[in-house]
């Protein structure tokens, strides 16, 4: 027997494994319950996903969560800095704790919370991660279309069984250019539309939470929450029948869309929603979002409607 056969024979394994396949294409979207079951219960461990539970809160994840759901509490990715509560990690942290949550560049990744009524809603929990594994190179991720409360309502099999993913390994190369700076946005270009995805009220500043009222001069006003179902609101409309309403706001494909909220998680679902539902070319976040933007207090705020 020819002794390098076993050695080849693995490398050809690894590489068939490695491939994606035409269900495991890279791509960044939504996927139903449904098709979400089929991968997780893939005969073939080797093409199973990661899933993913990014509920805040940890015993919301004992009471019953998907089958092989490792919990990442969303909030970990975050932290004080400089003062600035909500901060994002530096880039160490935030790597070690994907790969001890198990991300890993060659599977695909599932990514679900619940919530599904206002104001409670943590589907921004899920477009918050997905973000963050977007920007650390990830390029399989789906979020499942209508979060836990439709994965139940289809009788879909939940389980209490804690499940921990084996350590993973992040991309060489991440996409830090999705994201942006105060800077940036202070110095945006002619023609970039700056849309602010909190509800109307905190827009226009009529609200108890922020440290200076209303939003960053300049920006339109587009709540996140206009993108999903009254129902559900884990659940994405389909882009056909917002089109003609992003498209009146001001958001269209041809634009250079620079998007922020309170502390980026509403702003992630409305930058998910436009780059990878929409396919919007264009779309960036700014990470510090208003409670960054109101504490550099040299900075100017706008309150009530948008100057005509």
């Known amino acids: 027997m020819n002794p390098f056969q076993p050695r ?4 050809l394994l690894a590489l068939v494994v490695a491939a994606p396949s035409a269900a495991h294409a890279a791509d960044i979207g939504i996927i139903s319950p449904a098709e979400a079951k089929k991968l997780i219960e893939d005969a073939d461990a080797a ?3 990661i899933v993913l539970d990014t ?10 969560h998907l089958p092989t759901a490792h919990h990442l509490n969303f909030d970990t990715l975050r932290g004080t800095d400089n003062g600035v509560p909500v901060q994002y990690l530096p880039d160490g942290l935030t790597k070690a704790l994907l790969v001890r949550a198990g991300v890993d560049k060659g599977r695909t990744h599932l990514i679900y919370a619940t919530g599904d009524k206002l104001p409670n809603d943590e ?11 977007e920007k650390y190179g990830v390029e399989n991720i789906r979020i499942v ?6 994965w139940t309502k289809q009788k879909l099999p939940v389980t209490q069984e804690y499940y921990g993913n084996k350590q993973g390994a992040l991309p060489e190369k991440g996409k830090p250019e999705i994201a942006i700076t105060t800077d940036d946005v202070v110095k945006r270009k002619a023609g970039a539309v700056l849309v602010d995805a909190r509800p109307h009220n905190e827009y226009v500043g009529d609200d108890d939470v922020w440290l200076r009222k209303g939003h960053i001069p300049g920006a339109i006003s587009f709540h996140w929450a206009r993108l999903m179902e009254k129902d559900n609101t884990h659940k994405f409309i389909a882009f ?3 089109k003609a309403e ?8 041809d634009k250079e869309i620079l998007v922020y909220c309170g502390t980026s998680r509403e702003g992630s679902l409305l930058r998910f929603y436009l780059k990878h539902v929409a396919k919007y070319p264009n779309v960036r976040l700014y990470e510090g979002s208003w409670k960054e933007y109101v504490s550099l207090k040299d900075l100017p705020a706008e309150k009530g409607e948008p100057k005509k």
């Open 123 to 133: 589907i921004l929990s899920a477009t918050m991660v997905a973000y963050v594994l």
């Open 145 to 150: 279309d209508g979060g836990l409360p439709e």
């Open 240 to 242: 056909e029948k917002v």
């Open 246 to 253: 992003l498209e009146a706001a001001g958001l269209k494909a």
């Open 47 to 49: 093409k199973r996903p």
């Open 55 to 64: 509920r805040g809160g940890y015993k919301d994840y004992f009471r019953g």
């Open 8 to 11: 080849v024979s693995c490398l």
